[in-house]
Nanobody
Framework: QVQLVESGGGLVQPGGSLRLSCAAS????????MAWYRQAPGKQRELVAV???????NYDDSVKGRFTISRDNAKNTGDLQMNSLKPEDTAVYYC?????????????????WGQGTLVTVSS
């Protein structure tokens, strides 16, 4: 069964850093797009950063210059490095991926979500 598992959340002081990781496991033929979303209490889920299989990235304006998204295609993993964290970055962060499940004999499109990891920025 294909799934995404996140790790790396926690409590950090304002100005601090955290690194989130997302690992895709199962029968994966290829991963196209990987992204990180977040959802703060009482707010809608929003896109934070996205990276395609060629390495092109895009960020929400609120995190530009502070967050960096990356991926390792060989390992089917993705990371979100978060620096200069602010209290308003507090949220549950979700990994999201568009991928092909299967192998060279056959595959199908899947969109997957991780279970979420809580990031709390507070003094």
């Amino acid at each position: 069964q294909v799934q995404l598992v996140e790790s790396g959340g926690g409590l950090v002081q304002p100005g601090g850093s955290l690194r989130l990781s997302c690992a895709a496991s199962g029968s994966i033929f290829s991963i196209n797009r990987m992204a990180w979303y977040r959802q703060a209490p009482g707010k809608q889920r929003e896109l934070v950063a996205v990276i395609n299989n060629g390495g092109s990235t895009n960020y929400d304006d609120s995190v530009k210059g502070r967050f960096t998204i990356s991926r390792d295609n060989a390992k089917n993993t993705g990371d979100l490095q978060m620096n200069s964290l602010k209290p308003e970055d507090t949220a549950v962060y979700y990994c999201n991926a568009d991928l092909l499940e299967g192998d060279t004999t056959g595959y199908r499109y899947r969109e997957l979500w991780g279970q979420g990891t809580l990031v709390t920025v507070s003094s």
